[in-house]
């Protein structure tokens, strides 16, 4: 295991976003965080990469690297510099040019390399944060909604790609609205709100009535 939550809790003032969340992850799962806007899953990722406290419960994570790739990348826009330096200098280990390289070309954009990042577009920009959170060879891949702003084809790509990521042993965590999106067999469903309302196979999923996308049950 290397994540396990227990009963864990997370007020702002009076209102509670989280109560009573208990679930686990293993090494090499894919777990889907879905629930409808304001169910706690981003809080559920500030959580789980330390930016946030729980007020009550316990949160055990095996010293594990964690690769992010946020919901919000808005900070591109006003960037005065290039692709290469982005993916270069943003990261601690400044990774080799070969690995730069080898992403933006997986990716499709070897050729904006040294393009200024203010000029890309939006799902340009948003491969660029994906190369720079696999450049950090994460043991954890957070995804919170990362294809927002992707074409259907790059998404297809994309998904597929992170499929290859997973059958490799990388663990992968994905935020979404619904399940019609990078949804995979054997993978699992933390289903949120404010408590957690599901959490199990997508397989075990189906079997109570849920569809792609669908609404969500007591259980
Ligand atoms: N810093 C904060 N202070 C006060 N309330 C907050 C704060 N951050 C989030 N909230 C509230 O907590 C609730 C859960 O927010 P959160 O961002 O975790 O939801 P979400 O499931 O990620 O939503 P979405 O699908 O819209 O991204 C919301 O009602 C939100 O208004």
Do not use: C, W
Not at 63 to 77: D, E, I, K, N, R
Not at 143 to 166: G, Q
Request: net charge neutral.
């Amino acid at each position: 295991m290397i994540i396990e939550a227990e009963h864990l809790k997370v007020e702002y003032g009076h209102s509670v976003v989280l109560s009573d969340i208990n679930f686990y992850v293993n090494k090499g799962d894919y777990l889907n965080i879905i629930g409808p806007n304001g169910s706690g899953k981003t809080t559920l990722i500030k959580l789980l990469t330390n930016l946030q406290k729980p007020s009550q419960g316990k949160l055990n994570i095996a010293p594990v690297v964690f690769g992010y790739l946020p919901q919000h990348l808005s900070q591109s826009a006003q960037l005065p510099a290039n692709v290469y330096e982005v993916l270069k200098f943003s990261n601690a280990k400044k990774p080799a040019d070969e690995a730069i390289k080898k992403l933006l070309s997986d990716m499709g954009m070897l050729e904006l390399m040294y393009h200024p990042m203010r000029k890309l577009s939006g799902g340009e920009q948003q491969r660029v944060y994906i190369i720079r959170a696999l450049l950090s060879n994460p043991d954890v891949l957070i995804l919170d909604e990362p294809t927002s702003a992707l074409d259907p084809e790059f998404r297809k790509f994309f998904y597929a790609y992170i499929e290859k990521l997973n059958d490799n042993g990388m663990t992968i965590i994905h935020v979404t609205h619904d399940l019609s999106d990078g949804l995979r067999h054997g993978s699992r469903i933390l289903e949120l709100d404010q408590v957690v309302k599901f959490f199990g196979t997508f397989e075990q999923y189906q079997l109570l009535g849920h569809k792609k996308g669908g609404h969500h049950h007591h259980v």
